[in-house]
C-alpha cells in the first residue's frame, strides 16, 4: 500500500473502490486508454499515489457532489469535473479545507490534511456528458436531493452505478445547499428503478448497497412527504 489512509479492494477486473481511512469512498474505472476516478476522498494520505499503483492510465476525476469527503484530494490531480447545478456559492464552502478539517473532528480522527501541490482545473458538466474511457463509456445522471448537482454514473458495460450520498442508508437532507425530501425522492426512486439492471456503489457503505436498503430509504421518504401534506 502506498500509505495507510488508504485501503484498495477489487470490485471487478477493471473496477476498484478506494476507502480513504474508512471515512468515505472513492472508485477507480479502467478503460483502454483512460481511467476514470469517481470521487477523491477527504484529502489525508495521497490518494493519487494510491491511484498509480494500480494503473499508469491517464486519470480524470469527476465528483458526485461537490462536498469536501467527496473533493478533498482534488489537488492532487490535473483537473476534476462536476455537474454544473453544484457551481453555488454555499458548496465552495462546504467542499472546503475548512469543512475537511471540521469533518476529521466529527469523525474522531487524527489524521492532518495534506499539502497537495497542484491547482486543478475545473470543468463543469450536464447530463450530456459521457466519459469514454476506451472500450468502457460512463454516463452520467443528475439526481437532485443531498445537493442540487449530486450525479450518479452509469456504467452501461459492468452494469455498476455508483450513487455517492444521494441513496446512503444515513441519508443527509440537512446541510446547507442540500433539497427537501419532496424534491429529493423522486430521483431516489429513479436510481431505485435501476437496481435490477445495476449493482449499487455508494459512498459510504462499505459493500455494494443492497437494494432493501434503498426501499427502506425510499419507504421512509413517502412516509415524511406524506406526513407534510397531512399537516398542511
Known amino acids: 500500500m502506498p500509505d495507510s489512509c488508504h485501503q484498495i479492494s477489487k470490485i471487478s477486473v477493471d473496477t476498484y473502490r478506494i476507502s480513504e481511512d474508512g471515512i468515505v469512498n472513492a472508485y477507480l474505472l479502467l478503460g483502454e486508454k ?10 489525508i494520505g495521497n490518494i493519487r499515489q494510491c491511484v498509480e499503483e494500480i494503473t499508469s492510465l491517464p486519470i480524470d476525476v469527476a465528483l458526485t457532489h461537490l462536498h469536501c469527503d467527496h473533493a478533498g484530494g482534488r489537488n492532487w490531480f490535473d483537473h476534476y469535473a462536476y455537474h454544473k447545478k453544484d457551481n453555488i456559492g454555499i458548496l465552495y464552502f462546504l467542499f472546503s479545507s475548512l469543512a475537511a478539517k471540521q469533518l476529521l473532528k466529527m469523525e474522531g ?3 492532518k490534511l ?3 501541490n497542484k491547482h486543478p482545473k475545473r470543468l463543469l458538466f450536464d447530463d450530456t456528458c459521457v466519459f469514454d474511457l476506451g ?3 460512463i ?3 443528475n439526481t437532485p436531493g443531498h445537493t442540487p448537482g449530486s450525479t450518479v454514473y452509469l456504467d452501461e458495460k459492468e452494469h455498476f452505478l455508483f450513487t455517492g450520498d444521494e441513496v446512503e442508508p444515513w441519508l443527509w437532507l440537512q446541510l446547507p445547499g442540500c433539497l427537501s425530501v419532496e424534491k429529493w425522492l423522486p430521483n431516489a426512486k429513479k436510481i431505485l428503478s435501476l437496481c435490477n439492471d445495476y449493482t449499487v456503489y455508494s459512498g459510504h457503505y462499505k459493500d455494494a448497497l443492497p437494494k432493501a436498503a434503498i426501499q427502506e430509504l425510499v419507504a421512509r421518504g413517502e412516509e415524511l412527504v406524506k406526513g407534510a401534506k397531512g399537516i398542511k
Request: proline content about 0%; overall charge positive.
Open 139 to 141: 454516463r452520467v445522471m
Open 34 to 43: 483512460k481511467a476514470l476516478l469517481i470521487d477523491c476522498g477527504l484529502g
Open 135 to 137: 472500450g468502457r463509456l
Open 109 to 111: 480522527k487524527s489524521e
Open 114 to 116: 495534506s499539502k497537495k
